[in-house]
C-alpha cells in the first residue's frame, strides 16, 4: 500500500505546485497566501509519503484529498483534479491493502512449504 499511496502522494505535490503556480495570478490573492497554503499542502505530502502505513496515515490522506477539492474555490480546475486525485486514492488505498494481504498470504504459503533439512 505504501508505494501506490506515495506515488499518489507524489503527483499531488507537483499538482499543488502547478495550481500555486496558477492561483499566483489571481489579484484578489496575495502571493504570500498562495504560497503558505501550497507549501504546506506540499509539505504534508511529502510527509504523508512517511505516515501512510501508520495509525491514522489513510486518514490524514483523505483529509488532504478533501483539501485538494476544496482549493477548486480559489482555482476552479482543482475540482476536477481534486476529484480525480481522490479517485487514485481510493484505488491506491483498496488495491495497495489487496496487494499487501497477497503478499502476506505469499510468504506464509512460502514459509510452510520449505523442505525440511532431515
Do not use: N
Not at 479517485?87 to 491493502?97: D, E, N, T
Amino acid at each position: 500500500m505504501r508505494t501506490l499511496c506515495s506515488s499518489t502522494l507524489i503527483g499531488e505535490f507537483f499538482i499543488i505546485g502547478f495550481a500555486g503556480l496558477v492561483a499566483m495570478k489571481d489579484p484578489d490573492l496575495s502571493m504570500t497566501t498562495v504560497w503558505t497554503v501550497s507549501g504546506v499542502a506540499m509539505f504534508l505530502c511529502l510527509v504523508l509519503c512517511g505516515l501512510v502505513t501508520r495509525p491514522g496515515g489513510v486518514a490524514l490522506g483523505w483529509a488532504l484529498q478533501i483539501a485538494l477539492i476544496a482549493s477548486g474555490f480559489a482555482v476552479p480546475m482543482m475540482f476536477f483534479l481534486g476529484v480525480v486525485f481522490a479517485a487514485l486514492w481510493w484505488a491506491s488505498v483498496h488495491y495497495g491493502r489487496k496487494v499487501d494481504e497477497a503478499k502476506a498470504r505469499f510468504a506464509a504459503q512460502a514459509g510452510s512449504s520449505t523442505p525440511d533439512a532431515a
